[in-house]
């Protein structure tokens, strides 16, 4: 099981990016997939997952209403499409995929395979 994250970079507050998450491997529609942060002396944190069938998104709160997951089966490849971002949206980004849990999961540990992590910067 392979992910390749991609599509960070420094950008404005206010402004936008999309992460990509290239999956290989394995089956993708087979996990659930997420998207998970961590910024500089802080750990890992939850942003957004999608369900590996039914497509049942779920946000940390901090980026609901600004942040859309979704994922693409036929591409392997799940986004996440980031909007109105903030300096305190700065952080690496991961993906990551799980196949063992029943429904899907907002918990890091979870997780069984993860990306390299792509660096989002946003300034003020």
């Known amino acids: 099981v392979q992910l390749q994250a991609s599509g960070g970079g420094l950008v404005q507050a206010g402004g936008s990016l999309r992460l990509s998450c290239a999956a290989s491997?394995?089956?993708?529609?087979?996990?659930?997939m997420a998207w998970f942060r961590q910024a500089p002396g802080k750990e890992r944190a939850f942003v957004a997952a999608?369900?590996?069938?039914?497509?049942?998104?779920y946000y940390a709160d901090s980026v609901k209403g600004r942040f859309t997951i979704s994922r693409d089966s036929a591409k392997n490849t799940v986004y996440l499409q980031m909007n109105s971002l903030k300096p305190e949206d700065t952080a690496v980004y991961y993906c990551?995929?799980?196949?063992?849990?029943?429904?899907?999961?907002?918990?890091?540990?979870?997780?069984?395979?993860w990306g390299q992590g792509t660096q989002v910067t946003v300034s003020s």
């Open positions: 990551a995929a799980d196949r063992s849990s029943v429904s899907v999961s907002l918990i890091r540990n979870v997780y069984d395979y």
């Open positions: 491997g394995y089956t993708f529609s087979a996990y659930h």
């Open positions: 999608i369900s590996r069938r039914s497509g049942v998104t």
